[in-house]
């Protein structure tokens, strides 16, 4: 009873760290992330995107690691996102509303190389900040509070992440296509919860520019979404070695406890 309980509060301990730690604003607004501040030429709005995908990556051997040194020494990380969600979203200041920008990944975790090249991802994480940016700050809290026991409710924005966590929970870290899966179904559902239409392009680049042109020319509410796997660099949340730590203990009661 007394692992089992040492078990439960380090998942806790780990699941609090990381919603702090890839959802602080010190690491960057991860909303946003492939996109760098506004005040920069075009070109360089959008330095943080590639085209290349995780096995392109797994490809590159020792280059890989020296790619990861170089984004170190300024304080960033190499990750893979498993989809990429890009668009405009509706935000209420008092009575005012205005048009705000997501591009980001949905799913995401930091790839880790080897000085052989040899490289992993530890963990997926869902995006904690997109999620938070769609989610009606100005909700009913007694609404969606009495929602959760409503089986005939709409779910609620965070019943979205939590079913989407509590899968992504029991996926084995290198079965991508099952991540993918979990990244089109949280676009699908927030998309439903927020009635927002929904593009797909056929690459992050194109999200983004798209995502731009809607809030600043159009003026429009659309999301534009591009699946698969994609290598982006980004600043390196603090606190991911919390995690990390808490994650390798909680895993170590596990196997413990069977």
């Not at 966590?165 to 979990?182: F, H, P, T």
Request: proline share 3%.
């Amino acid at each position: 009873m007394e692992n089992n309980l040492s078990e439960k509060y380090l998942l806790y301990l780990r699941d609090m760290s990381r919603k702090v730690a890839f959802g602080s604003a010190s690491g960057g607004d991860y909303s946003q992330v492939l996109i760098t501040a506004a005040k920069r030429k075009t070109k360089s709005r959008f330095q943080r995107i590639t085209n290349i995908h995780l096995s392109d990556l797994k490809e590159k051997g020792e280059e890989g690691y020296k790619r990861e040194l170089d984004q170190d020494k300024i304080g960033n990380g190499i990750f893979c996102g498993a989809g990429i969600l890009a668009g405009t979203y509706t935000k209420k200041v008092g009575a005012k509303s205005s048009l705000r920008l997501i591009a980001a990944p949905v799913i995401y975790g930091q790839v880790i190389f080897e000085e052989n090249g040899e490289n992993e991802i530890s963990e997926w994480v869902v995006n904690y900040d997109l999620a938070t940016a769609l989610i009606s700050r100005n909700a009913d809290e007694e609404e969606e509070a009495y929602a959760a026991f409503d089986p005939d409710a709409n779910p609620t924005g965070n019943q979205i992440v939590q079913e989407i966590e509590e899968r992504l929970d029991n996926v084995g870290i290198q079965d991508l296509a099952s991540v993918e899966a979990l990244s089109a179904k949280f676009v699908s559902d927030f998309k439903d919860f927020t009635e927002t239409p929904c593009e797909r392009m056929e690459s992050p680049l194109k999200c983004a520019e798209a995502a731009i042109e809607a809030r600043d020319i159009s003026r429009i509410k659309k999301f534009y979404y591009c699946p698969g796997d994609w290598i982006y660099f980004a600043p390196i949340p603090p606190g991911l070695s919390t995690y990390r730590a808490l994650n390798e203990l909680a895993m170590e009661a596990k196997h413990d406890n069977t």
